[in-house]
């Protein structure tokens, strides 16, 4: 059995992992992402390969790291990484290599995912399947005939920033209007605080979950509400999910999936999300009685990606 090693790469922390070929994680370690990134953080990435080595029953030939960013279309390079400093441009592959003397693969850390929950998640099964991250931002993953999609240029899959709305919501990638602007965290919780606004007399119940203003209110107050059958929460995740299953419909047109994978923070909300996703995906379809995609929840969570990457670096 071949044995790789994946490495997560986030913002705050590195999370690395041996896994074998049927997507289990043997050994695991955790370490803090260096502030100051760059070499500090290259140097640590290869500490924590080296540390998982002399934990592994057999010998390592085969590690990936994924991390949030464009990479280069020869999985070598970070090109822009948005959460960590100093690594735009580097040749991860070559900086790691001279340090370990193995061959290592970069990749995007939705695709990573993708890639482990269509291996050994929900995705089993399925040909053509699509990850949808909703954390703070939107992420995807393309899976298409049984292949991870990358793109002409390594940067396929930022389904986040199709444009929903014209002269909609400004988004961090300084267009108006991204999916990611309605349907991803900050999306959720500010429908909420409209619903507040809208009937501040029914909020009583719901404000109290957190600090007493609706600035206090997390995801996870929402989600707990809704189980408890607060009307401006399961209103929220209603919102949330119509406006995820509009964008949905754009994916099916594009792509053609048989299955979308809801990943990120906001899944655990389960069907006050995704049956919504379902019925919006169903009205705004193109092309009446043309077969729909299945919604499903993931199953992988933080896993994903570092499962993903180190099964990656075996293809």
């Known amino acids: 059995m071949t044995l790789a090693i994946g490495i997560d790469v986030g913002g705050t922390k590195?999370?690395?992992?041996?896994?074998?070929?049927?997507?289990?994680?043997?050994?695991?370690?955790?370490?803090?992402?260096?502030?100051?990134?760059?070499?500090?953080?290259t140097d640590r990435v290869a500490d924590l390969v080296r540390e998982l080595m002399a934990q592994s029953p057999s010998p390592i030939t085969k590690v990936g790291l994924s991390a949030a960013g464009f990479v280069s279309a020869d999985r070598q390079t970070m090109l822009a990484p948005p959460n960590i400093a100093g690594w735009t441009g580097v040749n991860l592959g070559k900086e790691l290599k001279e340090r370990l003397g193995l061959d290592v693969i970069v990749e995007n850390d939705a695709n990573a995912a993708a890639?482990?929950?269509?291996?050994?998640?929900?995705?089993?099964?399925?040909?053509?399947?699509?990850?949808?991250?909703?954390?703070?931002g939107l992420g995807g993953g393309i899976i298409l005939n049984g292949e991870l999609y990358r793109g002409a240029y390594g940067t396929a899959g930022e389904l986040g920033h199709m444009r929903l709305v014209i002269d909609g919501q400004l988004c961090g990638c300084g267009a108006r209007g991204c999916f990611e602007q309605y349907?991803?965290?900050?999306?959720?919780?500010?429908?909420?605080?409209?619903g507040i606004a809208a009937a501040p007399e029914r909020a009583f119940d719901l404000l109290k979950r957190g600090d007493g203003t609706a600035a206090g209110l997390t995801g996870a107050h929402l989600t707990a509400a809704a189980?408890?059958?607060?009307?401006?929460?399961?209103?929220?995740?209603?919102?949330?999910?119509?406006w995820l299953g509009l964008g949905i419909a754009s994916i099916v047109v594009a792509f053609d999936p048989?299955?979308?994978?809801?990943?990120?923070?906001?899944?655990?909300?389960?069907?006050?999300?995704?049956?919504?996703?379902?019925?919006?995906?169903?009205?705004?379809?193109?092309?009446?009685?043309?077969?729909?995609?299945?919604?499903?929840p993931a199953q992988l969570g933080n896993d994903a990606g570092l499962v993903g990457v180190a099964d990656l670096a075996r293809q």
């Not at 482990?116 to 991250?133: C, D, M, P, R, V």
């Not at 349907?183 to 409209?194: F, I, K, Q, T, V």
């Not at 189980?227 to 119509?242: P, V």
């Not at 299955?259 to 092309?287: C, K, M, T």
């Open 14 to 41: 590195l999370l690395g992992g041996i896994v074998d070929e049927d997507g289990k994680i043997l050994a695991r370690i955790r370490k803090d992402t260096p502030k100051e990134g760059g070499t500090a953080l």
């Open 115 to 136: 890639w482990g929950e269509y291996k050994f998640g929900s995705g089993k099964g399925s040909t053509h399947a699509i990850l949808l991250i909703l954390g703070t």
């Open 183 to 194: 349907s991803a965290g900050p999306a959720l919780l500010r429908h909420a605080r409209e």
């Open 227 to 242: 189980k408890d059958g607060d009307r401006l929460a399961l209103s929220a995740f209603t919102i949330t999910g119509e």
């Open 258 to 296: 048989d299955l979308i994978i809801i990943s990120g923070g906001l899944v655990e909300a389960g069907d006050f999300l995704l049956e919504p996703a379902r019925g919006a995906l169903e009205r705004a379809a193109s092309f009446s009685g043309h077969p729909l995609p299945r919604i499903v």
